[in-house]
């Protein structure tokens, strides 16, 4: 019936014919082995990577095992743990702390400013608002790295819109409370940690939507409703029912946000004070001091934080929601 | 069926949301409103006046060409080396179960995983041991590898939904395996491959810790902002600068959207 009708239609033959030839004597070889086209397919991605990536990474490794000779600046190719000793220096241990304690602190307020617009998007946005709000997660995202940051030095600098925006609304005293405060303040908010740390709240939180995002969507609104039904207050069930069920999501988005600040140098070095973070450090022991080793052991301070940190996630079972 | 459509949100919520998505895109428009500012040497707001001059001064600026038309080569060149060898490897681990296929996911996701800083060193210390002198292709090098990610996902995701009996449906009419590919295998992943490529060239675009360490004295865009961004010299350039680059990445973020926008959210789930 719709088969016949069809069938006058169809000029071509129905089966191809089999190509002869070095073509077809290759794709015979590959269907009769299969593991022969495994392996020819995984071949260029592997070696690209494990040569270019994870060779790189243990000349790195290697280096950090290398001593500086501190009078004639150069490298000694001698096994050595005197470089990782060098971490343990008070200036050294002082940029560890301050890296992690930042991270910390930018990891829970990215998760605090995520939480309601992801929740939001999950539960209640639907249709075109779902889209928007996708789009207006990703387009941040994915905006230029140094565009937003040299957003902020437009927004934090003492002649911008922040100060511009306080003195209209009279608060222009709090924002000078806040600057002679030891530690968090400064000069203006564009050389402090507080500056450093909004950029770095900014720059990382699309990072922590996503995940705490695709978390929320799994749990089913009768939940939260049944919790409500069974006379819990909106904040008991936000902390027994919505956020354990969250937590795998946050913790998911906490990786990129923890191990990102761990990394970065140039949010620091643009929007901050003179005191180094590790990416910081590692920078400036590679290039003006050209202590190569110092600075390999450096970056082995977040891989193992972060060894850690996936080790504790993965138990967790964070790597469900990413 | 969930019980929970057309209830509308607490008022709380509502506004955490709002203002959560502000503090998001405010900042990015700011720079639009600083690229006609007339004021030179402070970022002083509100601006004193409007002006189109630096749109012209920018446009005659050879430092700026240069940086941008290096910026698109490396970002082509990456991109198509990502682009073959994300394909293939996506396509070997959706496809077949084999051991270390864990190991072959790792190894893709790790150069974005870890900071880039040690991407960077790693790579400018392995140049280094084995005397590569920078070049264009060292920054390639750097590019290629953190791009794989990128279409892998994006090409994994699309695998996924690829039914395997269409393959088997072809095989059994007679064509070989690479006819099955040209015209069965191709067609289906090919937004995918477009979106993960758009998204790769904006990453590779965009990139600066790494470009840092592999670049020598070359400047790509982001070099030449980070530059202006240590030692200021033409501040209205820079901002004019700044809002071309928000416009040249958000088209094919956008345009990666609208190619993957049914069923795979894979798209920058991990930059």
Known sequence: MSLDAAMPRATAPAILPGSGGLRGALSDLFWRRPKLLLFLMLLPPVLWLGIVYIGSLFALLAQSFFSIDEFSGLINREFTLKTYGDLFQAANLDIIMRTVTMAALVTLASAIVAFPIAYYAARYARGRWKALFYLGVMLPLWSSYLVKIYAWKLILAKEGILTWLLAKLNLLWLLDAWLSLPIVGGNSLSVSFTGTFIVFVYVWLPFMILPVQAALERVPGNLVEA???????????????????????????????????????????????????????????????????????????????????????????????? | MRSDRGQSAPLGLKIAAACGLLFLHLPILLIFVYAFTTEEKSFVWPPPGLTTQWFAVTWNRPDVWEALSLSIRVAAISTAIALVLGTLCAAAVSQTRFFGRETISLLVILPIALPGIITGIALRSAFALADIPFSFWTIVLGHATFCVVVVYNNAVARFRRTSGSMIEASMDLGADGFQTFRHIVLPNIATALLAGGMLAFALSFDEVIVTTFTAGQQQTVPIWMLEELIRPRQRPVTNVVAMVVVLVTLLPILFAYYLTRDGDQIAGSGK
């Open chain 1, 227 to 322: 919790s409500s039904d069974l006379g819990a207050s909106p904040g008991q069930t936000f902390r027994n029912v919505l956020f354990p069920l969250a937590l795998p999501g946050i913790v998911a988005g906490s990786i990129f946000t923890f191990s990102l600040t761990l990394g970065d140098y140039i949010i620091p070095q643009i929007i901050g004070t003179s005191r180094l973070f590790i990416g910081q450090a590692v920078y400036s022991q590679q290039g003006t001091a050209g202590n190569i080793p110092l600075a390999a052991a450096f970056t082995v301070v977040p891989i193992v934080i972060m060894g850690f940190y996936l080790w504790g996630a993965k138990r967790m079972g964070a790597f469900d929601a990413l």
